[in-house]
């Protein structure tokens, strides 16, 4: 075995992650940490520039409020996202991010991120909250302002985090390893952010062979947020809420374009459209069933039940948009003209955020504004960004949480000095990219002032424990080590299992009896109990995953937390005895909508010594007062 040096790096307040919630950590951190003399420190296991869900750039901000211009206030927005998520939100974080999601976009534009303009020099909407921009170098943007706060001694790039280092209930910092070198890194802080995305490829995707890759979420969030919250004794929320977007099929450019701005219809193959046809159905679920937007769950629930009854393929109508748009703006010259414009348009919203799906229509000879495409209901991811609602449970702000949603700091978790942003932390959907970075300045602000405040000692971590931790972290390279010669094809090995082929039946087991794609969404308490029983098997068996080289290791490590997410998700979606958000999942043992018994959070713990489990309720508190009463309720 070759050997791996140690590095031990001392900060004050630690990022982990270089996405868009860390970046905007950084650039805030940074500001609050000079006036007190203190030292930040930010960690990617990939380069800050291209890493997370904003890699290959977005075509939109999702997240605008417009309070300046008074075009919406926030409680709209809180109306938004309860209602789209079926009642179950912290209205208090949602709040505490709408207030601030503005100043955020306004340095995105300072830094240089082209936001469309009309003729009156105002931003172009997609939507109510959506802004359009031309976004294939908004991550390098975005980072470029981190990266210039924090100094580039205080960034390591290329370094993969494992897990917490604890000392009882007390966060010291994290360990990982280069993705590059042969380096083990542990990282003592005072307070820790955690903001390394959500998790793909927990379900087997859509994808297969060198196609697998390409899932709407990135492939390299695989839930390390999860895990190192978890493993933190944090206590978490919503993990029964994966997120599954509509997308068009196979390469999964996104549909929000198509139906805001230029107000597509979705057709099943017999040309009827389900969002007219199946409007009967939302009658079944309640009060949600009434509000507009009608949810996203519910949306994709009717395209599901057109799918189930075979009148599949399902076509985003582009042909017809675009004619419609184009035969509106005048005579034969200016409709041309507009139509030129729009084809332009389309292929720039695929081509700023999905590459792959303008790839696609160029290999199949699609020309948008003759052909329709085909849209198709994603396999299901775990984020609290967009439409998902899982991660941690953190406190909300003094002056508008609830004094059951409050203890001392924004954005902790109930672990002390543990703080989560993005899709990190749960239960305040709809941030997307903006109130991600919103988020994590809000997180940073809070952790500095934790730090300033409480006065943590300096963490100590002693050698022995450095040497366990290390040796943990690279078994996988002396398991393979050991044993690769013992069959002479080195992927079937009695004595250990490879990443790729522990991540399949992963796959397997979640697909099958937790609801994904092949079994329709679909599951229930038999099934979900064998698929507990299997977990069981696969966690023993993770202690033998075998890995050839550094990649693999990173590829070990990886889908142990895919598995802790997993695991919590089972649980999660057991023990919520109703079915919520039918298009995200179906309980078919408890089809229906439970508001008297569910209307509430579920939220876990584990607890990391004995490896219990707790699932229990928490009530949903409201800031506001009842829709028409407009004021901040407060504390
Ligand atoms: O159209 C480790 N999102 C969109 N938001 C918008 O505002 N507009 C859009 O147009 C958006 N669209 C979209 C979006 C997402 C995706 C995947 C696609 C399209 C294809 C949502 C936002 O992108 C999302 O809300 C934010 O990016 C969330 O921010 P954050 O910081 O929570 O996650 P991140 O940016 O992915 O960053 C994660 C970071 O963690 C690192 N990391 N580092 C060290 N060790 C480990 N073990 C780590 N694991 C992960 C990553 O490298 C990364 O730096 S649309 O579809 O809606
Ligand atoms: P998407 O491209 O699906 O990620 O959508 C981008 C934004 O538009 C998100 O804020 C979505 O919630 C919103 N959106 C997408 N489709 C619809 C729709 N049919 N009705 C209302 N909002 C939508």
New binding site residues.
Partial sequence: MVDFKTQEVETDLLI?????????AAVEAAYWAKQHGLKVTL????A?DR??????G??????YVGLRDGQNTIKDYVDYVRNDLMGVTREDLVANIARHVDSSVHLFEKWGLPIWKDEKGGYVHEGRW?LM?N?ESY?VVVAEAAKNALGKENIFER????GPIMDGDKCLGAY?FSVRENTFYVFKAKATLV????A?HVFKPRNSGEGQGRA???P??????T??TLKAGAEMTCQEVRFI?V?FKDA?G????WFLLFKSRATNAFGGEYMVERKPELENWGAYGKVKPIPANLRNYLGMLDVMAGKGPIYMRTEEAIQKIAAAAGDEKAAKKKLKELEAEAWEDFLD??ISQAILWAASNVSPEEKSSEIAAAEP?F????SGASGAWVSGPEDLAPKEYFWGYESMSTVKGVFC?????GASSH???????A??RIAAKAAVRYIVQEKPAAPSVDATRVEALKAETLKPLATFDEFKNTTTQQDVNPNYIRPKMFQMRLQKLMDEYAGGVTSQFTTSRPLLEKGMELLVFLKEDSEKLGAADLHEL?RC??NV?RMYQAEAHVRTVLFREETRWPGYYFRSDFPKLNEENWHCFVNCKLDPATGQWEMYKRPILHMFKQPGEHELLGG
């Fill in positions: 982990l992650g270089g996405g868009m919630a860390a970046c905007g960690v990617d296991k990939a800050v890493s997370g869900a904003v890699a290959m977005l075509s939109a901000i999702n997240q959506q921009i976004g991550k370094v993969f985090i494992v990982g903001a390394m995305g959500g793909v709407w979420y990135p390299w969030n695989a839930g390390a947020s895990f190192f977007p997308r999964y996104p549909v929000g374009a955020m999905t991811y984020i609290g960004s967009h942003a993005g899709d990190a932390s941030k997307f990219s903006s109130g991600s970075h988020e994590g990173m490590w990886e937390h």
